[in-house]
């Protein structure tokens, strides 16, 4: 009896075959719809002071610096042969050197979350926005946006996890083959009802849907936690975007224990079982390049937390957004923006005032304490 999943025949990383129209593309355009449709939602419930053309703006130069810094980040840390350092101008080029139309593989998800940082920061500085009021929405919307990237990456067929007996692991067509002569080889193969007919056969073994994993739990579960538990909950700035990082840390971390480490990496920190083959588990101690990004996260997001929840309180009478169209008007406009999320009117938002420094409206607030 064969234990094991197979690959759905039917899915090809191709929409109409022969073109280089692909899934994945698809998936991250979904997973940027998703997330804007959401963001707005969220904007408009809460009455944030800011127009759907800025909302808008912003959002082109959150997607240019995750594309910027996936691509930085999966060329340049993920490759393993240099070749990128070497020519660096195919890093944005989407043919090979013969040509050939490649698309842009290898894009990292800690490049892509630095990038989006650095990229919204700059946006929010040059037009003298509060960074985390609209880092606080992005981040409760984001995970579910998220989960259609790694249903993307199955699709494709990629990021595949390692070997396991499990009743639901998959064969994938493209995964690396194994020599029968080993003997762990020999093992899973028998658990799983694959027969070994030479000791010279290269065998196909199943894995953990890894891609799935990522989905569920980076995506959907982290998309419920912060949309129900904690998006109505915000009671400093930073608050959310906080809490996504160390929820997503966690779960990537987790995650990395059935997925593979990428080719020609291996383990970073092999510090339980240095020999032990990749693409099985075998320790706990075995630290993989995305759970070391993925625990700095974590500590700089806790680091961060406290750090918000400190200095970045909103306070009972304070704005719940720091509103630029109207800053330093009186105390009546403020009030419309608290936390109870009622909205002025349009006409209201529109008008443009002289600008509310943060700086000097902390100072006082602890002179007054």
Known sequence: MVAMLEFPKWLSPEIIPGLPFRWYGLMYLLAFAVTWLLFRRESKRLGAPWSEDEAANFFIWAIVGILIGGRLAGTLIYEPTNYYWVKPWFIFWPFDESGAFVGFQGMSYHGGFVGLIIATLIWCKVHKWNWLDWADLIAVAAPLGYTFGRLGNFINGELWGKVSTAPWAMLFPNAERFSGK??????????????????????????????????????????????????????????????????????????????????GLGYILPLGAPNAPTARFVSLFNFSMGQILSFLMIVAAVVFLFYARRHFAIQP????????????????????RTGGGARSSRGESARRAPKYDVAKARKLRKKIK
């Open 182 to 263: 080993e003997p762990w080889v020999q093992e899973v193969a028998r658990a799983v009802g694959i027969r070994i007919v030479s000791m010279n056969d290269m065998v196909n073994l199943p894995r953990h849907p890894s891609q799935l994993y990522e989905a569920i739990l980076e995506g959907l579960i982290l998309w419920v936690i912060l949309w129900f538990f904690v998006r109505n909950r915000r009671t400093f700035r930073g608050k959310s975007v906080a809490l996504y990082a160390i929820g997503y840390g966690a779960a990537r971390f987790i995650v990395e224990y059935f997925r593979e480490p990428d080719s």
């Open 317 to 336: 009478n304070e704005p719940f957004f720091i509103d630029a169209s109207r800053r330093g008007e009186g105390g009546a406009n403020g009030k419309d």
